[in-house]
């Protein structure tokens, strides 16, 4: 059974950086995509960064230029790298792999952001 791991969240303060991780453990092959979403209390869920097999990336309008989305295709493993971060980015961040026709999500991890 395949299961998505995250780590990486915590507490910072507003300018501050921070590396998330979300990685499968089991047997899972052909990720297409591997992405990463938030919520915030009373919010939607919203996606914020996204990444293909190709590498071809693409983001919230929210986090650009902030926020940097990358994968080890070896490592069946994506990161969320983090810098300059707002109170307003205080949410849980949740990944999701799609490998086709499964989605997986992962259990969330909380980011919490002090002005």
């Known amino acids: 059974q395949v299961q998505l791991v995250e780590s990486g969240g915590g507490l910072v303060q507003a300018g501050g950086s921070l590396r998330l991780s979300c990685a499968a453990s089991g047997s899972i092959f052909n990720i297409d995509v591997m992405d990463w979403h938030r919520q915030a209390p009373g919010k939607q869920r919203e996606l914020v960064a996204h990444i293909t097999n190709d590498g071809t990336t693409n983001y919230a309008d929210s986090v650009k230029g902030r926020f940097t989305i990358s994968r080890d295709n070896a490592k069946n493993t994506v990161y969320l790298q983090m810098n300059s971060l707002k109170p307003e980015d205080t949410a849980v961040y949740y990944c999701?792999?799609?490998?086709?026709?499964?989605?997986?999500w992962g259990q969330g991890t909380q980011v919490t952001v002090s002005s």
């Open positions: 999701r792999f799609i490998a086709h026709p499964s989605v997986y």
